[in-house]
Each structure stands twice: as C-alpha cells, then as structure tokens.
T-cell receptor, first 114, second 118 residues
Framework: AQSVTQPDIHITVSEGASLELRCNYS??????LFWYVQSPGQGLQLLLK??????LVQGIKGFEAEFKRSQSSFNLRKPSVHWSDAAEYFC????????????FGAGTILRVKS | DGGITQSPKYLFRKEGQNVTLSCEQN?????MYWYRQDPGQGLRLIYY???????QKGDIAEGYSVSREKKESFPLTVTSAQKNPTAFYLC?????????????????FGPGTRLTVL
C-alpha cells in the first residue's frame, strides 16, 4: 500500500526567508502527487499537483514543488515566506487502484516569525 | 459560486447519541469523500462514493455510516458505536476517474465540521 511521510511536524522560518517542506512517498507506479494547505479551523486548499511531464511544478501563492523519482520525494518550496503562509501543509499521493482515493501525510505546521 | 458546504460548523453530542453531518456540493462532481482529522495524524478516509447509490468503506469506517441518494449530497452519520468521535470532519468531492480517463482528479474540500462529544 502506498504511504506518505512528512518528516517535519513543525517548521519555523523568518518572514522573507526561503522554505522547503519535505515529502516522501511510497508507491509502486507513477505517482499522482498533491500539496494542500490548511488554515486553522478551515478546509484544505490545493496548492499544486504533479501528474506527469516537467518535474518542477508551479502552484498558487508562489509555491513550487519538484518531483524526484530517484528519491521518492515531492518537496514543496517557496523563495520568500510571508506571514500569511503560516498554516498546516499536507502532501498526498493518489491511489489509482482505488479510484480517486488520496493518501495524506501527517502534515507540517509552518510558523512564520517576524 | 460553486463549492462544497458542510453543516453545522460546530456540533456537540452527548455520549450514546447518533449525529448526522451534512455535506452538499454544487460542482457537479461524481465522487465524494469523508475524512476525519485528528492533530498530528493528517486526514484519514472514512467513506467514499464514486457514484450515486454506491459507496465504499475507507480506512476507518467503523462506527460511521453514509448514504448517497443524490449526486449533490453525502451525509455522514456518527453512531454511538464510534468510540472516540471528537474530531474535525472534512468532506470533499472530485470528478470521477472515469471521466478523466487516466489519472487522479484533485479533491475539493468543504470548510469542515468540528464534532465534540460531551
């Protein structure tokens, strides 16, 4: 069965600094990968997704992610973090064997200090 | 505006009671999902439905039930058999895989319902 690991439970960065959130997946075939963001007490919003093609994917709010098959990783990056980016971030992998089912990582809470 | 609505936003339940969480979507999506979110555990799939009048158990279906009588609606009942129901519940919807051919469709999420057992 597929799984997603987000090694960092919490990350704190200074406003204006760069950000990288790690995501590792376990999946036998070509993965369908997603990053979602959640503000406290809210639903999830899609930041970006990877299906195939260019391994560097651009998303909303200035985020990007790079798919590295050799490392089974799909890390999320942002060159300059804004205070409004403070939220919880979830990586997910699509399960082709069960229709549209997604498997989510445990999440990384991002804190931004001014 | 198209989207997913969940009600109520907050729900309090006494032990031994069944409660039903509402989820409605006007995105014309075939597939709908229910997730449970607990701190530090991410989202865990309770039930999902790919078409009207059909649904499948997810990873943590025990103590929950669903119905899918209409395309737009996918209510979740938390029964008294659910031993620890206090959590944040999220509903999502997506296009069906078959309408895409190959691939996985992104899921769109509602704002969630926080259930607390008193």
């Amino acid at each position: 069965a597929q799984s997603v690991t987000q090694p960092d439970i919490h990350i704190t960065v200074s406003e204006g600094a760069s950000l990288e959130l790690r995501c590792n997946y376990s999946y036998g075939a070509t993965p369908y990968l997603f990053w979602y963001v959640q503000s406290p007490g809210q639903g999830l919003q899609l930041l970006l997704k990877y299906f195939s093609g260019d391994t560097l994917v651009q998303g909303i709010k200035g985020f990007e992610a790079e798919f590295k098959r050799s490392q089974s990783s799909f890390n999320l990056r942002k060159p300059s973090v804004h205070w409004s980016d403070a939220a919880e971030y979830f990586c997910a992998v699509g399960d082709m064997e069960y229709g549209n089912k997604l498997v989510f990582g445990a999440g990384t809470i991002l804190r931004v200090k001014s | 505006d198209g989207g997913i609505t969940q009600s109520p936003k907050y729900l309090f339940r006494k032990e031994g009671q069944n409660v039903t969480l509402s989820c409605e979507q006007n995105l014309n999506h075939d597939a709908m999902y229910w997730y449970r979110q607990d701190p530090g555990q991410g989202l865990r799939l309770i039930y999902y439905s790919q078409i009207v009048n059909d649904f499948q158990k997810g990873d943590i279906a025990e103590g929950y039930s669903v119905s899918r009588e209409k395309k737009e609606s996918f209510p979740l009942t938390v029964t008294s058999a659910q031993k620890n129901p206090t959590a944040f519940y999220l509903c999502a919807s997506s296009r069906s895989r078959t309408s895409l051919g190959l691939g996985i469709a992104e899921q769109f999420f509602g704002p969630g319902t926080r259930l607390t057992v008193l």
